[in-house]
């Protein structure tokens, strides 16, 4: 059966006009693969890569149509996806704006029929996150928005939490996770919650709505976070990456090593920070 996924747009009057018409334009894309995101969760046909991850036929054909409908539209823009061929040197990115994709974030979770995942589509300028999507399949929704804007879930305004979720600290974070990192985070996980969703997208997007306090992820991918960096900022959050920011992006591949980050409430960061030995700011 068809159905419409429930949403609108936050008030974007105080975007120049070249960007509203790439909000707007993002918006449509992603609303367009949603149905046949639908259609295949957990039997599309996958195989695995080269460097161990999977990939789906869904992954490589949402690519393929949703940068094509995109790129008719703006064929000056720089596009970037997980699922981009790789070439001898990565592209380097000299557009005003970039479009960054995950067409399936989550793909082992999709491919085998756990709902966590999603699709997450993040629009740059200058190199910047401005403005992201995040189809959450799990919910059946779309989270957007931006820092300048705010950020919604399908009609709904959304707020990252200043509290605790939980009487603990609960927040989303994959392993494995290097060895240092963890030796210095043992002793506080025998008392925070941990979850381990299996997509950043989703985890990006529960900081994003208050579900949790905070994300901290030591494997995430430039794809991984385009889209939950803008929304999450949207919302309140704070994002901060653990190495050299990766944003401005002036180069893509889909080869790219990973870019830790950490991203959620005052009290999420001051608590991480405490157990990394991280001065804060």
């Not at 969760?41 to 949703?66: C, M, Q, Y």
């Not at 070439?87 to 067409?103: G, I, K, Q, R, Y």
């Not at 025998?190 to 900081?207: D, F, H, K, T």
Request: include cysteine; hydrophobic fraction near 40%.
């Amino acid at each position: 059966m068809d159905r419409s996924v429930n949403n609108k747009i936050p008030d974007i009057s105080s975007a120049d006009f070249e960007l509203q018409e790439r909000i707007l334009a993002g918006h449509t894309a992603v609303l367009g693969q949603i149905n046949y995101f639908r259609e295949n969760f957990g039997t599309a046909p996958s195989r695995w890569k080269g460097d161990g991850t999977r990939v789906t036929v869904v992954d490589e054909t949402i690519s393929k149509e949703l940068f094509t409908e995109l790129a008719q539209l703006f064929p000056s823009d720089d596009f970037c996806s997980e699922e981009s061929l790789e070439t001898p040197e990565p592209l380097l990115l000299n557009s005003e704006f970039a479009w960054v994709l995950d067409p399936v974030d989550g793909t082992n979770n999709y491919a085998v029929g756990v709902p966590e995942c999603g699709i997450s589509l993040g629009l740059l300028h200058h190199g910047m996150p401005v403005y992201g999507f995040i189809y959450d399949y799990g919910r059946d929704n779309l989270l957007q928005g931006g820092k300048e804007f705010g950020s919604i879930e399908g009609t709904i305004p959304v707020r990252a939490t200043t509290d605790l979720v939980n009487e603990k600290l609960t927040f989303c974070m994959h392993f494995p996770i290097p060895t240092a990192k963890l030796d210095a985070l043992r002793e506080a996980l025998q008392v925070w919650r941990i979850r381990c969703p299996g997509s950043a997208a989703i985890g990006l997007s529960n900081v994003a709505t208050g579900r949790l306090d905070g994300c901290l992820e030591f494997r995430s991918k430039p794809w991984d976070c385009a889209a939950g960096y803008p929304i999450c900022e949207g919302a309140g959050a704070t994002f901060e990456f653990l190495q050299e920011p990766v944003f401005p992006l002036k180069q893509f591949s889909p080869s790219m090593g990973a870019c830790p980050f950490r991203v959620g409430s005052a009290l999420f960061h001051h608590e991480v920070c405490k157990a990394l030995g991280i001065n804060q700011s």
